[in-house]
């Protein structure tokens, strides 16, 4: 395998990465490089829900004073527009896709008709345009958007097709929570550069087995940022954006923070956690009590290791510096009770459905060279299935209750699974960590699973119906098959 990536790697990569410290040998391309923490965090800009994105080649200083080659659906950013919108509105996008190949919009936990859902096969072509349009029907919350066209999923989010969207309701205003400047969306992804800075996206085998991970991490689409704060507490807004890394987030202070919402919007009450995992595709709504620091003080937000893989989680690095710069005084109390949530009953499911998780094994394949234009796919399947557009897989009855089972308790890799068109309850974790965390006991619409471990989700089916896909939003996995589409009818 180090010959492969010694092959395909760049000379500037390798020095780079033979001049950090390297947990693993093994781990060349996916050891963590921190940068010097100097540029100021950007926030994307925010809309409401009625404008155009343009998916297109553009640039943008993802490092200090260096202009890298990405994707965009804006000149000029890597990210695009955080669309901020308030439940009962209507979301007006036009995509135009300026690209050489099909793209098209996930609202990643938003539900929308099937139309448009972004399904893999729903593309537009290059040059050509669509408009998506559909209401708000569902909680304040981190939702987010990428593209989904069937293979290139992988490649046109990790070169910069992503945004976030923030929904707001009435429940979530009452509790006058930190915002304006003290609400701070944190899009973190990791990526991998060539020689001139562009994004480098050349997935051999090996990525695609563990997925793509990169030696750089950014958020809001720039590497090692800094952020200076005032002694309040911050709500952060977190997405992690990235394609297959899984993150273990705490402050490198060790100090605690509140988890006060998920995936689908607030929790019932905040808990305290001094980490919190968040795998690709998740969201974490937390708030950080900076009041009793020091001015200039430094202190980071950062991955601790973990265990449960062994493709992940043996480094520790820093992300995000926090600079404590300005004192204030404010008199913000968490409060108790967030928000109720409608349990739904495991005995109202009228059907349980498995979703038995597999990979082909490493061994045997390690001679069979770089996945090129990734014409081999199928080492990671579902039920035995590999994605294949003319196969509906299942069929759900609209408005019909359901437990699905994601069982990785064979598998040797981990998977965060992802359900369109729906938000799902966990009933539980059976095998590996044996339980829920804390940002798994709220509205989910994607759940982490480590190897050995089984998850039960409920989910009640509206009345769009219509073509929808489950999938591993390690999204290697999911452009090597690791998909399935259902019907709601
Ligand atoms: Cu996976």
Redesign the pocket.
Known sequence: MKTTYGLILSAFALIISFSSCSSDPLDLVTTVTEGDFTIALPSPPTTNGQMNLTAQFTTQNIFKGKSSKVLGYQSGSILGPTIVVNTGDVMSVNLQNNLTEPTNIHWHGLIVPANMDGHPEDVVQPGASFDYKFKVIQRGGLYWYHPHPDGYTAKQAFMGLAGAVIVRDAEEEKLNLPSGEFEVPLVIQDKRINTDYSLDYTPTMNDVMT?YMGQYITVNGVHAPYKGVKTTTYRFRVLNGSNSRIYNLGFSNGASFKVIGSDGGLLETAEAVSTLLLAPGERADILMDFSSYNIGTELFLMNNSFTGTSTQGKQKFNILKFVVETKITTNFVTPLALSTLDKIAANSASKTRTFR?SEMSMSGMSNMGNMGGMTMTGM?QINNKVYDKNRIDEVVAAGSTEIWVFDNSTGA?????HVHGVQFQVLDRTGGRGGLIASEKGWKDTILLLPGEKVRVIMTFNNNKGLFVLH???LE??DDG?MLQFEVQ
């Open positions: 997925g998780i990671h890799e981990p998977h965060p699974m591993c939003h390690n996995h999911e690791m």
